[in-house]
């Protein structure tokens, strides 16, 4: 294993005049995706484990969601067609002749997060649960079987993460969660879940477009709409000044045509409801966010196995190490990246590059990398542990 430590020279992020941001809420067709995936992989890796006593080889990290269509009115509205989810993968189907069930837990398992998630979302009537899972191929279950102690990397992957996270950051994923809050879904039930923040920060000001799916059935008119938008629009603009001193400008709801009454709102909290389709992977990365202005990678994270999918654990692990580096004292930033090799250990990346941002001298900071490297490439192994339990924010 290669370690490297580099200065990082470029401009921070935080004072560079533009700095894009974006989150997309649990709501978001793409998430709802993610979700789906991930949700399969841990109910899945909690059978294996108490059926048989040791996690087994799955992946079952595609998915797509087609859009439905909805008849909607101030009042009201119906869903006309279901929405479409189709999850994909590999999964170990049968042990010593005894089945797993896994079509259950694909139909059954996502039909209960989705009613967690979703207050108006009619579970059994709209939407439609399908899957395409295969056994996995011969060589990666092989690998997979092989590293019991330390399970071997079933890919050649690379993790991105970086620490900590800029004022814009903060903001775009903490107005989110807000949104989506327990305490404000009772105080304003009219918001639903589908909702997106792009924030977009020029120099000194912060603007947040956020995308709302209201629900029709609580909203009675145009007039009654547009109240509650200033609402929402005055509850973000306040929780804003609670993170930032600088001038932030909330737009909600944009694209309203208002002249036609053409408003953002649904039947069921999403806009998966009339024609918005999703996507494993085009959505937020480890820690919540879309951050182009940072290190990112393609890599989807959901709906990976724990184990050994170097796809997911490599991500996980290079947040925990940028942040483990970055809590030191004299540490202002950390870019962390991992690279691994198929059928290596995965305590064993090719290649482990920490870019700092310091005062330190380079040999304080180095060993600060290199114990903080160590405790996370020990720690792997144990790691599914950890995500199995929904430690992580993965998306």
Known sequence: MKLNLERLSSVPVHIQQVEIVERKGKGHPDTICDMAAEELSINLSRYYLEKFGRVLHHNVDKCILAGGSSDVTFGGGKVTKPIYLLLVGRATSEVGGTPVPVAEMVVEGTRKWLKETFRFLDVNKNIEIDHRIRPGSIDLVAAFDKG??????????????????????????????????????????????????????????????????????????????????????????????????????????????????????????TSAESGDDGQVGRGNRVGGLITPYRPMTLEATAGKNAISHVGKLYNIAARNIAERVASADGVEEVYCYLVSRIGRPITEPQAVDLKVRSKLDDSDVKQIMEEAVEIELKGLPFLWKKVINREFELF
């Open 148 to 269: 019991v102690d330390v399970p071997l990397a079933n890919d050649t992957s690379i993790g991105v993460s970086f620490y900590p996270l800029s004022e814009t950051e903060r903001l775009v994923r903490e107005v989110e969660l807000y949104l989506n809050s327990k305490e404000i879904k009772e105080a304003h039930a009219y918001i639903g879940e589908d909702i997106k923040v792009m924030g977009v920060r020029i120099r000194d000001e912060i603007t947040l477009t956020v995308a709302v799916a209201f629900i029709s059935s609580l909203i009675q008119s145009l007039n009654d709409y547009m109240e509650i938008k200033r609402r929402v629009s005055s509850l973000v603009t306040s929780f804003c000044s609670s993170i930032t001193a600088r001038k932030v400008v909330v737009a909600v709801n944009t694209a309203d045509v208002l002249e036609r009454e053409a408003v953002y709102i649904t039947v069921t909290g």
